[in-house]
């Protein structure tokens, strides 16, 4: 074999690798990048006062489930949302909005709520202050 030949095989053996990268890339799933990124990073403060506000009013909601109801008892009274959440599906998700009334509890009813794990996002105001909470909860 002489130079000439090595050289053109030692090129084309590059070319193929170079091909061989760009249909590996290009066949690789998408990048799961948050495009909220940086808007979400502006709301950062907000939403860590609110969940130390939790923590500094002592308004942890205390969760019991009752056959198909899940009972949520508040400090005070309370309107706002929750966010159901499925770590395996993000299709499964739900949102409820919350009020107690003059009560301190609400209801949600859980029939078309698959049983397993969830993590909720509690969103609520209450005498004039917002909150903000997470828990994970296990559906029976």
């Not at 400090?75 to 395996?88: D, E, H, L």
């Not at 509690?122 to 029976?140: G, Q």
Request: net charge negative; charged share 25%.
């Amino acid at each position: 074999m002489n130079w000439g030949k090595g050289i053109i095989a030692g090129m084309a053996a590059f070319m193929l690798f170079i091909l061989s990268m760009c249909i590996y890339m290009f066949n690789a799933p998408a990048d799961d990048y948050d495009h909220q990124y940086y808007e979400k990073g502006l709301s950062f403060n907000k939403d860590h006062s609110r969940e130390e506000q939790v923590t500094k009013d002592h308004a942890e909601p205390v969760i019991t489930q009752n056959n198909d109801r899940l009972v949520i008892a508040f400090a005070q009274p309370a309107t706002g949302k929750v966010s159901f959440m499925r770590p395996s599906d993000k299709a499964m998700d739900r949102l409820f909005k919350l009020d107690s009334g003059a009560g301190k509890s609400a209801e949600i009813n859980l029939q078309g709520i698959a049983k397993g794990p969830w993590q909720l996002t509690f969103e609520w105001e209450s005498d004039h202050k917002a909150y903000l909470y997470h828990k994970e909860v296990y559906i029976k």
